[in-house]
């Protein structure tokens, strides 16, 4: 069967969050698929759809995500619009999808990852040791909160919600000394003037997914499939398979803190990944390696393994 390219006219309406980091994903797959089929950008139309997690008052309420509603809470307006057929595909922040899907909806497009690196972000300071005990520091991410205070248990964690903009300013009015960032986000924003230091992977593993955009489409859209797998990055697919076959396995909730991170070299896929208390004051770890087509197959192996490691107890979600 044909191949019927949408036009100016007729557009593939391509579905997002309405934030600026969000919009800036969906313009760039946009490109992506104007390129591959060799359209004009107009053929595609961006439809900003505004989420339970955009809300202003949820945003300044500074809490953390587990206690609003989980990561849902920035893909259920979207996803219901793309099942109820006002927009053909959803562009996503990969570390916001849950792991498990609408079962009429598919997830299996990825577009080249970004930068993994969370970002260090302070005015005045380049790296976590250079904080004072007892120094406040914003975030609203279990994972990152768990993190620190496993480093550096002498410092003050206080929440700290809202997209990029937000954080920034919240930081220049002084409520913390410094937050944190995904590198991904300010380099597709081209925040080149923020103050950012890339943190090392050995030094705080990202969450699962970082730096992943995914596209969305229905699962019985054949014309959306066939044009999504002309933009498809297969090693983004095969990273994801293993990180998110390991959260997938631990807690695929927002509830533990959780970070993961696969890595290939040649035909061989690296696994890290770490569990931690909520209070930072144990993390369990693991590192494997595999043939890259066994990645998901290890994710869930290093999950089983982390899981016995922590024994009885040691997630709250689970006591």
Known sequence: MKLTLP?????????????????????????????????PQDAFEIVPITTTGDNKALIAADKPLKELGGKGLFTKEVEEALLAGSIDIAVHSMKDMPVLQPAALALDTYLPREDVRDAFISPSLTSLHDLAEGAVVGTSSLRRRAQLLNRRPGLKVVDFRGNVQTRLGKLAEGVAECTFLAMAGLNRLAMDGVPATPIETNDMLPAVSQGAIGIERRADDSR????????????????????????AALDGSCETPIAGLAELDGTTLRLR????????????????????????????EMAAKLLKQAGPGFFDWRA
Request: hydrophobic share 40%; glycine share 10%.
């Open 7 to 39: 036009s100016p006219a007729s557009p593939l309406k391509i579905g997002t969050r309405g934030s600026p980091l969000a919009l800036a994903q969906a313009y760039e797959t946009r490109s992506r698929l104007a390129a591959a089929f060799g359209l």
């Open 273 to 300: 990944g770490e569990v931690l208390r909520l209070d930072g004051s144990e993390a369990i770890s693991g590192d494997q390696t595999c043939p890259v087509e066994d990645g998901a197959e290890l994710g869930r």
């Open 224 to 247: 959306a499939a066939e044009m999504l797998s002309a933009i498809h990055d297969s090693e983004t697919g095969q990273r994801l398979a293993a990180e998110r076959a390991f959260l």
